[in-house]
């Protein structure tokens, strides 16, 4: 850490870290991380009365995340399985594999860049801080569901597998006020986020879950769903509820049902009009 005259800040660190959680050869990663600051309020050539501090920061850092459960890189054999065999059907101890291994889990590596400043005004009253991030973290540790081709019906297996990039703009503001025996003071902020899948792996571009999909190119965990357009109030409504070629798109529905839209317009809500 580096400081001259309070104006040129810079600060440099290194992390060593292990975890028995990830795969053999594996099991270690080192994240350097650097940030600067210029503190212009201190330069001669600043005079702004009502101003008492500013500060340009910037800085780029890496992280790792071992945040799995333990032994995951392992096979688990459960040995109390038993079989007949032979013709007198004997019972033999027998063992069978109920969890996929990942041999290769490795760290999930974050890098991350933050841009802002830092500003105190009247009389250090208000103070105002912004800044714009950009983070990408690749090797995502993610359990992705596998085909039941496999003939495996237990957990998936972990896996290096997901790249994801967050951006986003962080403000906050505080005014103070101790001139009074009374003191107080009072923080707004306001932050957005933007998430994008970079890359799934494997080849894949979508991964349904459940009721969401993840596709490359959007945000991670989108809700997949047949969209609703109100409730059938009478069987009229269900009766006038076609598709440009006439077909009634719900005939069993009865009035108080939901009404789905038929995106895809082909007279039949199913799977092909989630969005």
Same mark, same amino acid.
């Given at each position: 850490?580096?400081?001259?005259?309070?104006?040129?800040?810079?600060?440099?660190?290194?992390?060593?870290?292990? /975890?028995?959680?990830?795969?053999?050869?594996?099991?270690?990663?080192?994240?350097? /991380?650097?940030?600067?600051?210029?503190?212009?309020?201190? +330069?001669?050539?600043?005079?702004?009365?009502?101003?008492?501090?500013?500060?340009?920061?910037?800085?780029?850092?890496?992280?790792? /995340?071992?945040?799995?459960?333990?032994?995951?890189?392992?096979?688990?054999?459960?040995?109390?399985?038993?079989?007949?065999?032979?013709?007198?059907?004997? $019972?033999?101890?027998?063992?069978?594999?109920?969890?996929?291994?990942?041999?290769?889990?490795?760290?999930?590596?974050? $890098?991350?860049?933050?841009?802002?400043?830092?500003?105190?005004?009247?009389?250090?009253?208000?103070?105002?801080?912004? +800044?714009?991030?950009?983070?990408?973290?690749?090797?995502?540790?993610?359990?992705?569901?596998?085909?039941?081709?496999?003939?495996?019906?237990?957990?998936?297996?972990?896996?290096?597998?997901?790249?994801?990039?967050? $951006?986003?703009?962080?403000? /906050?503001?505080?005014?103070?006020?101790?001139?009074?025996?009374?003191?107080?003071?009072?923080?707004?902020?306001?932050?957005?986020?933007?998430?994008?899948?970079?890359?799934?792996?494997?080849?894949?571009?979508?991964?349904?879950?459940?009721?969401?999909?993840?596709?490359?190119?959007?945000?991670?965990?989108?809700?997949?769903?047949?969209?609703?357009?109100?409730?059938?109030?009478?069987?009229?409504?269900?009766?006038?509820?076609?598709?440009? +070629?006439?077909?009634?798109?719900?005939?069993?529905? $009865?009035?108080?049902?939901?009404?789905?839209?038929?995106?895809?317009?082909?007279?039949?809500?199913?799977?092909?009009?989630?969005?």
């Amino acid at each position: 850490e580096y400081s001259f005259d309070d104006r040129y800040l810079i600060n440099a660190v290194v992390r060593r870290d292990g /975890s028995s959680r990830l795969g053999a050869g594996l099991k270690w990663g080192s994240y350097p /991380s650097v940030s600067g600051a210029w503190r212009i309020s201190k +330069e001669d050539f600043f005079n702004v009365s009502w101003i008492n501090d500013l500060k340009l920061r910037a800085n780029y850092g890496t992280l790792g /995340s071992s945040n799995i459960g333990y032994y995951e890189s392992l096979a688990f054999i459960n040995t109390l399985t038993t079989i007949a065999m032979g013709v007198d059907q004997q $019972k033999q101890l027998a063992a069978t594999q109920v969890r996929l291994a990942n041999a290769d889990l490795r760290w999930e590596t974050l $890098k991350q860049q933050n841009y802002g400043f830092d500003l105190a005004l009247l009389n250090n009253k208000l103070s105002v801080s912004a +800044e714009y991030f950009i983070a990408r973290t690749t090797d995502v540790l993610f359990q992705s569901p596998i085909l039941m081709t496999t003939g495996h019906d237990g957990d998936a297996p972990r896996a290096n597998a997901l790249t994801l990039e967050n $951006k986003g703009f962080e403000f /906050s503001a505080t005014y103070r006020n101790n001139d009074n025996p009374f003191g107080y003071y009072a923080t707004a902020n306001i932050t957005t986020l933007k998430n994008k899948v970079l890359e799934l792996g494997y080849g894949r571009n979508e991964l349904y879950v459940g009721n969401t999909v993840t596709t490359v190119g959007e945000p991670i965990g989108m809700w997949y769903v047949l969209q609703t357009d109100g409730l059938f109030q009478s069987q009229a409504d269900i009766d006038n509820y076609k598709n440009a +070629e006439g077909k009634v798109i719900q005939p069993s529905a $009865k009035p108080g049902d939901i009404r789905f839209r038929d995106n895809n317009g082909d007279g039949q809500i199913n799977n092909n009009d989630k969005v």
